[in-house]
């Protein structure tokens, strides 16, 4: 064999390998990602029940419910729009009221959110970025975390 | 006093290391020795000071010096000692300290180890390792004082409970060892292409290294991926979280370049690929510790950080990936080619080793980064989830596992593929006899589920082959076939039980995916409920307060066929000082699987509320990850022999005897 026709087959395979994995990537891509947005954006988007997103705010204070089992209701809210969200597992350690959280989930045929999972991370300042910066343009910031933000 | 010392010792160290990032190199360009010989000296000093100063650092955390702004942001004075020691590094400040203490460590290594390197090589590489040791003191010094002062105070704001855990002590050093070794391959391909000559002696020298980084990077990443599973209470051992992928795709090149490596030092072929890759493992492990130090993504791993800490990691990460490649794209072409192969042949095998493991790297660095570039271009925040990542990791993981136990058999050069086959049919009688098993005894779970079980057979049985072949098993007789296996070189041990140990690691991650039961309980004081054939009863409801927390905990007792297997409690913790509460799950083995419990919470009719897994098979995945941890350990102690001698010894001469 030829350093030439060696040479092409070594690029022929390289070139199926790589022809696979962007094709790959492309395809789960389309199916993989979910959408973040806050319940400000949401109600902006026009987001269809049923469709997979991620919904990231507040949890208002006062506004958890617990029903049967482990049934739970709450609102979230970046102090502009609310979405009630309902969830039935159990919550993060972390979770509670005044808390940044992101649900996992998609909106229900009423408007209201169904969460399949819930994720409060293991920081307690944590909060999304964005959010913490709205709230700071509104004033009405005050985190104890503020100053690492 | 102490902390101030260590403060002074973090800035001699910062200007040892200017010294050493100039004058070595200006020695090796005008061919002075006595300027190249510094490095050997300053390399060791500026080791001292930085230990120095991590050790002032160390002792604040020991002593519980809350007037360190640090040690009260981050240390409690009730902590177990341990925790108090290991709290030096569960923060921002600390964890970058420790990372310029391990590249100080490594740095000094290749002066001491490096005697027999050619001077101008040793000058280059110690050189720029002194660019990376200013790079990153000076980063701390400016941006990351962790020896600032305060009024003193009389309590510290605590760890992160999530923190605190042995975890903590094993977790980070280790991987950032394995993050920070790649600076040695790193530096010696920028001492290569600086010097535009490069030969198999430097893949010898450079294989050593890279292997010790290697295997601690494994292990860091499975001490992380089972510190993450019994302590976050989610029963997850891996989640694709943007920083456990960035630990993951240094291991993915870092694992290509062990193997291309082996090419060049064997054959004097794929040079220039080597070199590359050598570059790319140490800049995916500087983006990890970008991903991770800067808050770009957040994440479990993200301490709190601001945007200045960022932009400047950023920018060292340009600096020196844009530098290198740049540095690499005008020299790379002065190294010359090596040896023809066939496309079948040991060569040909590790070339598409590389190829899959690199292009996987390469779709896990897209789905980790796609948020960050989405959210640039257009505004929306997006999440790539568990789906993306299994589907394009998956699908280019099966081809390489596929022909893994090829390789090894296959002859360099030009390879016999009809003879390999042969010697790789009892494996395949292995798997298959595996799936037909699998078919008939497991009823549930995906179709799929025992062909990949098959296929871990095929890699574990595959796997040991080369040492069956090499010792003439069975057909020599028992006692040469032993004699021949003792006396087999180590590497050959090392390649045959890493193999292995992917399949192990395969096999545990398609039982536990495929057949893993979860349920949610909520039981009422004397009730039960059963998962996988156990029984587990709620005895009693406790409560207590330890140092710097309390506790929930619910006493169980787990029972087979009435009786009573184990007794535990999983709990829930209480750290008033940062009012956070941590799950603690109870986790009991049943010989390799595991039965998880976690406390959801105390309902206030006093039921409660648990949340049980069933992991069959799950601790496979980490036995699998030891041994390769062990191959790489075992095919260190055999590099001394090799780079020593070219004399083979007696048993090696009977082991290659049978070759062919």
Known sequence: MTRKTNRLLWIGTIGCVLAVAVGLTLFALQSGISFAMS????????????????????VEEGSVVRGEGLQVGFTLSDNENKVKVSFNNILPDLFRENQGIITEGSLGADGNFVADTVLAKHDENYMPADMAEKLKEKGVWKGEGAENL | MIVELGHMALLIAFSLSVFQSIVPMWGARTNAPNLMATADVSSIAILGFVTLSFGALMWAYATSDFSVVNVWQNSHSQMPFIYKLS???????????????????????????????????????????????????????????PFARQTPVVEGQDLNPILQDIGLAIHPPMLYIGYVGFSITFAFSIAALIEGRIDSAWARWVRPWAMAAWIFLTAGIAMGSYWAYYELGWGGWWFWDPVENASFLPWLSGTALLHSALVMEKRDSLKIWTVLLAIVTFSLSLLGTFLVRSGVLTSVHTFASDPTRGLFILAILSAFVGGALFLFAFRASRLEQGG?????????????????????????????????????????????????????????????????????????????????SQRLMFALFAAVIVIILAYGFLERGPWIAPLMMGISAWLIVGAFAELLQRSGLPKVGLKTGFARLTGLKRSIWATAIAHAGVGVTMLGIVFVTAYETESVAILKQGESATAAGYEITFEQYQTRSVNNFSEELVQLTISKDGNVVRTGAPSKRFYPARQTPTSEALINTFGFSQLYIALGEVKTDNSVVLRIWWKPMITLIWLGSILMVLAGGLSLTDRRARIGSPKLSKNRKLGTASVG
Request: hydrophobic share 55%; charged share 10%.
């Open chain 1, 39 to 58: 319940p400000t954006e949401l109600r902006a988007a026009d987001v269809k029940p049923g469709q997979r997103i991620r919904l990231f705010g507040l």
């Open chain 2, 87 to 145: 709290g030096t590094w569960g923060n921002h400040e600390g964890s970058m300290l420790l990372w310029v203490f391990i590249l100080a460590l490594f740095a000094a290594a290749v002066g001491v180890f490096g005697k027999n390197l050619p001077k101008t090589m040793r000058a280059n590489v110690l050189g720029v390792q002194g660019w990376l040791l200013t790079t990153f003191l000076f980063f701390i010094v400016l941006t990351s004082n």
């Open chain 2, 340 to 420: 023809l192969f066939a496309p079948i042949s040991r060569e040909g095998a590790l070339v598409l080793n590389n190829v899959l493991l690199s292009t996987s790297a390469a779709t896990v660095l897209v789905g980790t980064l796609f948020p960050v570039v989405y959210e640039a271009i257009t505004g929306a925040k997006i999440s790539v989830g568990a789906p993306f990542f299994n589907l394009t990791f998956g699908a280019l993981m099966i081809p390489l596992v596929l022909v893994l136990p090829f390789g090894p058999l296959l002859g360099w050069k030009r390879g016999d593929i009809v003879g390999v």
